[in-house]
């Protein structure tokens, strides 16, 4: 089993930066890829980005794509997400997902199997 915990959300204004931190305990070492997810009030929940855990193969959202950075410091075992450029938009509770399995479904949700509780993140305008 794998625990999974968040770190980093708050409130910022539009054009600020924040970085989310991922804690991995238990048997991180079953992780293929791990991915970084949010969920807005009434909305699906989305992929923003993922990392291979081995590889450092990196993906990203559009939306996201050339603001945010995936990362992974594999001695802490922790990934990071350093949000740059913030929008109202980005605004969104963000939970980081573990995926055991290798193959390319990294943005289904639904193919991960460890979640963590989620961080809160507001861009104010």
């Known amino acids: 089993q794998v625990q999974l915990v968040e770190s980093g959300g708050g409130l910022v204004q539009a054009g600020g930066s924040l970085r989310l931190s991922c804690a991995a305990s238990?048997?991180?070492?079953?992780?293929?890829?791990m991915g970084w997810f949010r969920q807005a009030p009434g909305k699906e929940r989305e992929f923003v980005a993922a990392?291979?855990?081995?590889?450092?193969?990196?993906f990203y959202a559009d939306s996201v794509k050339g603001r945010f950075t995936i990362s992974r410091e594999i001695t802490k075992n922790t990934v990071y997400l350093e949000m740059n450029s913030l929008k109202p938009e980005d605004t969104a509770v963000y939970y980081c997902?573990?995926?055991?399995?290798?193959?390319?479904?990294?943005?289904?949700?639904?193919?991960?199997?460890?979640w963590g509780q989620g961080t809160q993140v507001t861009v104010s305008s």
């Open positions: 238990g048997r991180p070492f079953t992780i293929y890829t």
């Open positions: 997902a573990g995926k055991r399995i290798r193959d390319l479904y990294y943005r289904d949700h639904s193919h991960y199997d460890y």
């Open positions: 990392i291979t855990w081995t590889g450092g193969t990196t």
